[in-house]
């Protein structure tokens, strides 16, 4: 990764989208993932006897998510919130941020997957406390690292580097403070009646 400085993406365009999202050869992530991963969570949610009858989708991007929800488990109720205005025109998506969204429904589970990065760290806090508050169950979050942007782990021909880089260690703390971190990029919320053993978690608490 260069050490030039980048201007933090702050514009979510059709080309944005395009570019990250749609074509094969540069998109960042692709159906198929997102449909591995929604089995890995569903199936690790349903080991830890958690039921998943709501789900909230922060920046919920071209409803991958929800494609794969409504085969995985159809009853589930999907909410997704996006700051593009471009895909809320497109696609009819909730037009908030995290940090702006309010609901009196607290979700079963919320996923967070390349958000973070675009927020600067008084907006990380206030978002993480945010979901906290939102979030009854579950939380998966996926967000890029410095240690993933200088151990090789990015494909950096795919990746966005117009974002805020920060360690593993900073988020974690941060999750922490509400969530037990149990792998995996999954977070079992503090208030859930679900306790996970010590081996189940993957950071001392």
Known sequence: MSSR????????????????????????VNAVEIQRLTKFILSYLTFLEIDVATVLDVGCGL??????????????????????????????????SITKFRSRRKYDLVICQDVLQYLNRNEVVEAVE?????????????????????????DLMKSDRNVHVRS???YRRL????FTNAGG?????????????????????
């Open 5 to 28: 400085k980048r201007p933090v993406r702050r514009t979510f365009d059709k080309a944005f989208y395009e570019r990250y999202y749609e074509s094969p050869a540069t998109a960042v």
């Open 63 to 96: 409803g991958m998510w929800k494609r794969t929800l409504r085969k995985s488990a159809p009853r589930v109720e999907y909410t997704g919130i996006e700051v593009s205005e471009y895909l809320c025109d497109r696609f009819g998506w909730h037009h908030s």
């Open 130 to 154: 945010r979901i906290s508050r939102l979030c009854r169950e579950a939380l998966y979050v996926d967000v890029p690292t410095k240690e993933d942007f200088g151990g090789g782990t990015l």
């Open 168 to 170: 593993v260690t900073w």
């Open 175 to 178: 999750l922490e403070e509400y």
């Open 185 to 205: 990029g999954l977070f079992i919320s503090k208030r859930s009646r679900t306790r996970l053993l010590a081996m189940e978690r993957a950071s001392r608490q």
